[in-house]
């Protein structure tokens, strides 16, 4: 396919309704960095923990267990 043919296919895609001329390429992309951490989930630990509530509940035990096991072995 040229790229005629490939810039013609593309504008076939747009529905004639959205309309970006008012546009702003990443608009919000430093508020998303800021405030976003995307962690990927292997389907085995996604299936135990089906939420991000679930995954920061069990993180948070983990580190409660963790921060008494260290400050036991301190004495």
């Known amino acids: ?4 043919a490939m810039k013609a296919e593309e504008e076939d895609d747009i529905r004639p309704e959205y ?16 405030g976003t951490n995307i ?4 389907p085995d630990v ?13 993180l948070r035990s983990l580190l409660r267990i963790a921060m008494r096991t260290v400050a036991s072995s301190r004495g």
């Open 1 to 4: 396919m040229n790229g005629r």
């Open 19 to 34: 309309d970006f001329t008012n546009a702003v390429r990443g608009k919000y992309y430093e508020r998303y960095k800021r």
């Open 39 to 42: 962690v990927l989930l292997e």
């Open 46 to 58: 996604a299936e135990a923990f089906p939420t991000s509530d679930a995954v920061n509940d069990a």
